[in-house]
């Protein structure tokens, strides 16, 4: 048997340039060695989504963007994680054996606490524990993600390694798979690419919207003239050049370093790489929109067989802890 592949994310809406460099792109690669499970992770987005009105519209966009991307869904199992409750059983079942002070040192659960001290709900907490259910309810050995998701991962090893321990060899220790870019910065240049920063790049944009928005984007900020040398090392338009075309890069980069080339030009340049490489997944999301049905076709087929697996893990699980 392939070794299994899982990996989630939440249903926030389009996919960015961050979510497609970081992960997306190892999710269609990964398909050709692995089994691979894509999940997508609604009941996670109640931690912080308060406006719940977008949640099913949300599902399909970003559904739409998998399988423009290149999942496909006769090899890979793609559905919505609500859709197989197994993983709330298991996500209570390992919680029994989480020690509270592992999850209250989670860096992301006290950042989230600081940006909504008014709703730091239980789930927040209980957020690392919910993820290593969804991933070991199917015994998934890799993990594509991007490099923020690390500490979350680590948690994960350790619930499987201490549950492991009381109750026997049953899960396998997932491991992360990151891409060539797992930290893509957003066009402010300083912080990742996150669509609640805003200062994301929707790979779904149209090519004259993905040409405004790239000219958004913060560049060298002591070059003030046309005439004035930048420095390519801090400017994310260079970096992000190089996600694109390595050798267009550093030409430009030495352009940019003798003022020969100005940062609205080479945004222009970039928007277009963009828009070239993007091209073939824009032909395939709107042939994709003009069939919601089959979009939901594939999420019911993917939650069918999702859930033979999770019930034999369940009932194991339940078993070992002595339940059954
Ligand atoms: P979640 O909140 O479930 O992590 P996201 O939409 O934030 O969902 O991320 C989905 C995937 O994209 C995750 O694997 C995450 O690590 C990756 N990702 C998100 N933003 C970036 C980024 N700026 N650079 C690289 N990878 C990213």
């Known amino acids: 048997m392939r070794k299994r592949v899982f990996s989630g994310a939440r249903p926030t809406g389009r ?5 497609y460099l970081g992960a997306l792109q190892n999710y269609v690669k990964l398909q050709d060695e692995y089994d691979c499970i894509y999940c997508i992770v609604d009941i996670h987005a109640l931690t ?8 099913q519209n949300n ?5 739409l963007d998998w399988l423009a991307a290149g999942i496909d869904p006769k090899r890979s199992i793609t559905f919505v994680q609500s859709h197989v409750p197994e993983v709330m059983e298991l996500h209570t079942l390992l919680s029994m054996v989480t020690p509270l002070s592992w999850l209250l040192r989670v860096p992301t659960f006290k950042e989230k606490a600081k940006l909504q001290p008014h ?25 594509p993600v991007g490099e923020d998701q690390l500490p979350h991962l680590e948690l994960a090893r350790e619930i499987v390694r201490r549950f492991n321990s009381l109750f026997g060899p049953t899960f396998p220790e997932p491991e992360a798979k990151l891409t060539s870019f797992p930290m893509v910065l957003g066009l402010d240049g300083k912080q990742k690419m996150s669509k609640s920063l805003d200062n994301h790049i929707e790979i779904a944009l149209s ?10 984007a913060v560049t060298d900020p002591a070059r003030q003239y046309r005439t004035d040398p930048g420095n390519p090392g801090i400017c ?14 550093q030409r430009y980069a030495m352009m940019c370093r003798k003022a020969e080339v100005g940062c609205v030009e080479h945004k222009n340049v970039l928007a277009d790489e963009i828009n070239k490489a993007l091209a073939p997944f ?5 042939a994709l929109a003009t069939n919601p049905q089959y979009v939901k076709d594939v999420l019911a087929d993917g939650a069918q067989r ?19």
């Open 207 to 216: 090519p004259e919207e993905t040409v405004k928005r790239v000219r958004t």
């Open 59 to 63: 599902i399909y966009e970003m559904t």
């Open 236 to 249: 994310n338009i260079h970096f992000l050049h190089g996600y694109f075309n390595q050798t267009e890069q």
């Open 306 to 324: 999702a859930q033979v697996v999770a019930r034999e893990t369940l009932v194991e699980v339940k078993k070992k802890m002595g339940l059954l």
């Open 48 to 55: 912080t989504v308060e406006d719940v009105s977008n949640i």
């Open 119 to 143: 709703n730091v709900n239980y789930g927040l907490v209980g957020y690392p524990v919910l993820m290593t259910a969804d991933i070991v309810l199917y015994k998934a050995e890799a993990i």
């Open 15 to 19: 996919q960015h340039l961050g979510n």
């Open 282 to 286: 824009h032909e395939r999301r709107a």
